[in-house]
């Protein structure tokens, strides 16, 4: 009966110190590795295939993966549940007005596409919430050259 106490306690302090020493580490470097505080702040999206059109015809798609980034205030797992919101405000934006490249048939325009998305995003998240928007890919459909006239 002893031993078994004494192995209790030993595993009650075990399985506590590593949670202490975390506090402790949590109070000496505030906001995380780097210091950015916003680890782990993050919306991916679902892949998005964006049209591209060239002289009034469609071209090609692109499969754009996009990453929302959050600042701290924001409720990660609440705006998670907005993804297709966000998804939804992509693609209704990249068939108003495609994102295509200047030179490149085979990739979209990243500036065009995350100004668009970041108003979109502030809209649905709400100010203050949306920190960045990173498109982390590209896939097209099929790799062109520009079409002839």
Do not use: D, H, M, V
């Given at each position: 009966m002893l031993r078994r106490f004494a192995l209790a306690a030993a595993l009650i302090a075990l399985a506590a110190s590593p949670a202490v020493a975390s506090e402790k580490g949590g109070e000496?470097?505030?906001?995380g590795k780097d210091g950015k505080g916003d680890v782990g702040q993050y919306v991916d999206l679902q892949p998005v295939g964006l049209p591209i059109v060239s002289?009034?015809?469609l071209v090609n798609y692109v499969f754009v993966y996009v990453r929302?980034?959050?600042t701290s205030a924001a409720n990660a797992a609440q705006l998670r549940e907005k993804e297709p919101f966000f998804r939804d405000a992509l693609v209704r934006e990249g068939h108003r007005t495609p994102f295509n490249h200047p030179s490149d048939l085979s990739k979209v325009d990243v500036p065009k596409l995350t100004a668009a998305l970041t108003r979109d995003a502030n809209a649905i998240a709400g100010p203050?919430?949306?920190r960045n928007i990173v498109v982390t890919s590209q896939?097209?459909?099929r790799r062109m050259t520009?079409?002839?006239a």
């Open positions: 000496k470097k505030e906001g002289n009034g015809r929302i980034n959050l203050g919430r949306i896939a097209p459909r520009a079409p002839r």
